[in-house]
């Protein structure tokens, strides 16, 4: 059972074009979600998270949506750049459960 | 660099041994959490440990087992080993209190080969 789904696998996007990275749960208990970015042969590290009481959250280049009503969120990045190339990860939390579930990641190539 | 290491950085070992990777958080971090990583696969969540006691339990199997210590390094214990159980395992710390979410910093990860 896949709670924290992202479906595409891979994503590629021209430098200085906006990245969006998708991702989708199914757990209505989640109430805080982050995405993590890693690059080869390094652990994940951590990009921007969100709040279910909120409905984006932006840090420079990266801002993240959450559509609680669809179950949803988004990454997007603008403007891409070469070294954004990077496995995304979306994870979810339910703060009463203390566990953090990781979507399966998506590939981002940033083409220059 | 996040400030948690994990050792060894690759094992390759047999079908049915037994290994230990080991995992010291940042300092000043209480929570550890164990994940594994398998070929293409997101990050499965195994344990976490929270000063010392377990918090919280995820995908992990009866063979494998964990532990945090007094001086707050975790080990985790992968025994009978199987041809599946080669992946990426990563430790992560995070200085949250119990019940609070907080952001986790990851370890570079041990490569298990299991031939």
């Known amino acids: 059972d896949q709670q924290v789904k992202q479906n595409s696998p891979s994503l590629s996007v021209q430098e200085g074009r906006i990245s969006i990275l998708n991702c989708d749960y199914t757990?209505?208990?989640?109430?805080?979600f982050l995405w993590y970015k890693k690059y080869p042969a390094e652990g994940p590290t951590f990009l921007i998270s969100i709040s279910s009481i909120k409905d984006k959250n932006e840090d420079g280049r990266f801002t993240v949506f959450l559509n609680k009503s669809a179950k949803h969120l988004s990454l997007h990045i603008v403007p891409s750049q070469p070294g954004d190339s990077a496995v995304y990860f979306c994870?979810?939390?339910?703060?009463?459960?203390?566990?953090?579930?990781f979507g399966a990641g998506t590939r981002l190539f940033v083409k220059a | 660099d996040s400030g948690v290491t994990q050792t060894p950085k690759h094992l390759i070992t047999a079908t049915g041994q037994r290994v230990t990777l080991r995992c010291s958080p940042r300092?000043?971090?209480?929570?550890v959490y164990w994940y594994q990583q398998s070929l293409d696969q997101g990050l499965q969540f195994l344990i976490q440990?929270?000063?010392?006691?377990?918090?919280a339990k995820g995908n992990i199997l009866e063979r494998f087992s964990a532990q945090q210590f007094p001086d707050l390094h975790s080990e985790l214990n992968l025994s009978s080993l199987e041809l599946g159980d080669s992946a990426l395992y990563f430790c992560?710390?995070?200085?949250?209190?119990?019940?609070?979410?907080?952001?986790?910093?990851f370890g570079p990860g041990t490569r298990l080969t299991v031939l």
């Open positions: 300092s000043g971090d209480l929570s």
């Open positions: 440990y929270y000063n010392g006691e377990e918090r």
């Open positions: 992560a710390s995070s200085s949250s209190l119990a019940g609070e979410v907080d952001t986790q910093y």
């Open positions: 994870a979810a939390s339910d703060t009463g459960g203390f566990k953090t579930i």
């Open positions: 757990n209505s208990m989640f109430d805080y």
